[in-house]
Structure formats: C-alpha cells, structure tokens
C-alpha cells in the first residue's frame, strides 16, 4: 500500500528548469526522510540529494549543488525536486525514496521507491 509516485519528468533545453514532485501515501510521511537518485542509460545509480524529516538538514551531490533545491510539504505528504540551469548530464530517471532514518547518499538504506520520471535536457 506504500507508494511513491513522481511527476513532472519532461524534455527541456539546456538552462532551462523543472520541478519534479514525488507524492506519497500509505505510510505517516512525516516521519520518514526522502531522497532524490537518478540513473542514466548504462550508468549506476547516483545520488542527488536528501532531505531530513524536519527538512533541517540536506546533503546534495557536488554535481547539483547551487543549481537544485529540495524541499518537502508534510502537510501534502510531497517533495520536490527543483532542477535550474539544467545541463545534458542531467538526463535520466529521476527515483523518489523513502527511509525512516537519514542514510543521506547511502541507497541501500531507502526502503522505499518510486517508479521514476524520465528527465531529459537537450543541447
């Protein structure tokens, strides 16, 4: 009954921007930290960043930093993912997890994931 279901994937040009949201139901969503992983064609999964239950504490990937933001609604069990001056190595599913505990990067910690949202930034 856990979901974990993203929106907001699209295609864009490069400087341009998106907000992906992963929306979640069946678990009290407030107590549960959430991350953001993307995985392009024939690369592993990598993390993007995470945020704490509180939202007091994020961590982000040195590949996003300063050009993406994480935030989370507690009251819309949601959290979004906006992507600025986007670049062609952005590109790739973009995965929502969910863990009762802060692993921050560490993905095997997340207990929960969603079914992914194709982003895809063209030259």
């Known amino acids: 009954q856990v979901q974990l279901v993203e929106s907001g994937g699209g295609l864009v040009q490069a400087g341009g921007s998106l907000r992906l949201s992963c929306a979640a139901s069946g678990m009290p969503f407030g107590s549960y930290s959430m991350a953001w992983f993307r995985q392009a064609p024939g690369k592993e999964r990598e993390f993007v960043v995470a945020?704490?239950?509180?939202?007091?504490?994020?961590d982000y990937s040195d590949s996003v930093k300063g050009r993406f933001t994480i935030s989370r609604d507690n009251a819309k069990n949601t959290v979004y993912l906006q992507m600025n001056s986007l670049k062609p190595e952005d590109t790739a599913v973009y995965y929502c997890?969910?863990?009762?505990?802060?692993?921050?990067?560490?993905?095997?910690?997340?207990?929960?994931w969603g079914q992914g949202t194709q982003v895809t930034v063209s030259s």
């Open positions: 997890a969910a863990a009762l505990r802060y692993y921050g990067s560490t993905a095997a910690g997340y207990n929960y």
């Open positions: 945020i704490m239950r509180s939202g007091t504490i994020t």
